[in-house]
Nanobody, 126 residues
Framework: QVQLAESGGGSVQTGGSLRLSCAASGYLVRNLKCLGWFRQAPGTEREGVAAISLNGTTIYADSVKGRFTVSKDNAKNTLDLQMNSLKPEDTAMYYC???????????????????WGQGTQVTVSS
């Protein structure tokens, strides 16, 4: 059983930065097949933001490429998301997710990922 808990959300102005962290328990992040970040704004579908595979391969949504960086911290057993040059359209609830097997992608289907966190709110004001 994997438990995930996000932190680091908050309110920033356009152009600002935030670093989200997802603490994992019950499993080592270095052994998880895939870890991902997703976001959902009110009235919209959940979308994939970034993912990192077991071997460190990263995947990014086009909307965040060059601004966001996903990484694993094996010492802290966390998944992190460094978000720079934030825009108002980045405003959303951000969730982390994990899966122990299978493929690694940004598919936002709930059942594709075995485990989800409760989310952390990010608000970017203009």
């Amino acid at each position: 059983q994997v438990q995930l808990a996000e932190s680091g959300g908050g309110s920033v102005q356009t152009g600002g930065s935030l670093r989200l962290s997802c603490a994992a328990s019950g499993y080592l992040v270095r052994n998880l097949k895939c870890l991902g970040w997703f976001r959902q704004a009110p009235g919209t579908e959940r979308e994939g933001v970034a993912a990192i595979s077991l071997n460190g391969t990263t995947i990014y949504a086009d909307s965040v490429k060059g601004r966001f960086t996903v990484s694993k911290d094996n010492a802290k057993n966390t998944l992190d998301l460094q978000m720079n040059s934030l825009k108002p359209e980045d405003t959303a609830m951000y969730y982390c997710a994990a899966k122990v097997g299978g493929s690694c992608s940004l598919l936002a289907r709930y059942s594709y990922w075995g485990y989800w966190g409760q989310g952390t709110q990010v608000t970017v004001s203009s």
